[in-house]
């Protein structure tokens, strides 16, 4: 079984900045891609930004300039740096992977972490 667990999710004012931390365990041979997604209230679960596994990255058009991706392969985790937060940035923050674990390859998702933007 593999899992995934986000964590550093808060209340933070406008223009302000949180790390997201996304850590996957179990039984893993590999992670390929890795991404956060995120789900406001009343709306559809959107991708906020995505990683391969060799580094290139994509962001929504609402983040860009603004988050950052990041990740450990050696670690198996993600990140994700949120600065010049905004209002509607406010959301259930999803992390996700695809995970060769055995033969089979899947994604995953994390239970999500909450970031409210406020003031």
């Known amino acids: 079984q593999v899992q995934l667990v986000e964590s550093g999710g808060g209340l933070v004012q406008p223009g302000g900045s949180l790390r997201l931390s996304c850590a996957a365990s179990g039984s893993i041979f590999s992670i390929y891609a890795m991404g956060w997604y995120r789900q406001a209230p009343g709306k559809q679960r959107e991708l906020v930004a995505h990683?391969?596994?060799?580094?290139?990255?994509n962001y929504a058009d609402s983040v860009k300039g603004r988050f950052t991706i990041s990740r450990e392969n050696a670690k198996n985790m993600v990140y994700l740096q949120m600065n010049s937060l905004k209002p509607e940035d406010t959301a259930v923050y999803y992390c996700?992977?695809?995970?060769?674990?055995?033969?089979?390859?899947?994604?995953?998702w994390g239970q999500g972490t909450q970031v409210t933007v406020s003031s």
């Open positions: 996700n992977a695809d995970v060769l674990s055995g033969s089979r390859l899947a994604p995953h």
């Open positions: 990683i391969t596994t060799g580094g290139s990255t």
